[in-house]
């Protein structure tokens, strides 16, 4: 039975706050959870139904996490879900800097100001999708360990290392090609972009002028003659990942 004191630091985890002071952060549902142990994410405890831990019985004793067996309404108390799904692991947030980024990793995603959780986890499951392992983040991008964000990830954020950092210093110190995604870019199916550091920008207000000034291509997604004003920050990340793959 969970005590009062593990159900209110759990749901305190809701908050960047609490997340940053104590650096964890809640991953839920078998999905998510069950990626968790072949990453360099560790779990701190697992809170699940006995249902899911028989299911994966000595999947998680190996990297010495706290199990702890749950009833369906415990479950529903620490939950970030309007539907629980089976299991909710507590995790340390790991540490993470631009240094280990190679130049010889391949593409890099840079996000300049995404506020959207929904975004952010769809941009880094997309990302997985087609093999770029690095997101550098500017430093008012949306927490990556906020629940809504590693729940859109469906998994992904095991898999891929998201950084927070002084954007503008990060690609003036790189080598790779810079493409910036503009409204008055060269056409993306013209341009034909390779290996380098993607850049998307704020939801509403695009990349900000001291970001842009780093960028060796500006590029963008013709419209095919519709009527809306401009695509999702994840979208575009989809179409331009597409296109630069086959480069």
Same mark, same amino acid.
């Given at each position: 039975m969970l005590s009062?004191? =593990? %159900? *209110? &630091?759990?749901?305190? /985890?809701? =908050? %960047? *706050? &609490?997340?940053?002071? /104590?650096?964890?952060?809640v991953a839920e549902g078998p999905k998510i959870v069950e990626e968790l142990p072949g990453s360099d994410i560790q779990v701190k405890a697992v809170y699940a139904l006995e249902e899911w831990l028989e299911e994966n019985q000595g999947k998680f004793e190996y990297i010495k996490a706290e199990i702890n067996r749950v009833t369906s309404k415990e479950l529903e108390r620490i939950s970030n879900l309007s539907t629980p799904n089976k299991v909710l692991a507590v995790c340390h947030i790991p540490e993470r800097d631009t240094e280990e980024i190679s130049d010889e990793d391949g593409s890099v995603i840079a996000l300049d100001g995404i506020r959207d959780p929904g975004n952010l986890g769809t941009i880094i499951r997309t990302a997985d999708w087609f093999g770029v392992r690095h997101i550098v983040c500017s430093e008012d991008c949306v927490d990556v360990y906020n629940p809504k964000v590693v729940q859109a990830t469906m998994g992904s954020i095991s898999r891929i290392k998201v950084y927070y950092a002084n954007l503008d210093e990060y690609l003036a110190e790189s080598k790779l090609p810079v493409y910036a995604t503009v409204m008055e870019g060269s056409s993306i199916w013209d341009a034909k972009p390779g290996k380098g550091i993607y850049v998307i920008g704020n939801e509403s207000k695009g990349i900000r002028p001291e970001i842009l000034q780093h960028a060796s291509h500006k590029i963008s997604i013709p419209s095919s003659e519709g009527g809306a004003e401009s695509l999702n920050a994840a979208v575009a990340t989809g179409v331009i990942l597409a296109v630069a793959s086959r480069s």
């Open positions: 009062h004191n =593990q %159900i *209110k &630091f759990i749901q305190s /985890l809701k =908050q %960047i *706050k &609490f997340r940053k002071e /104590l650096g964890l952060f």
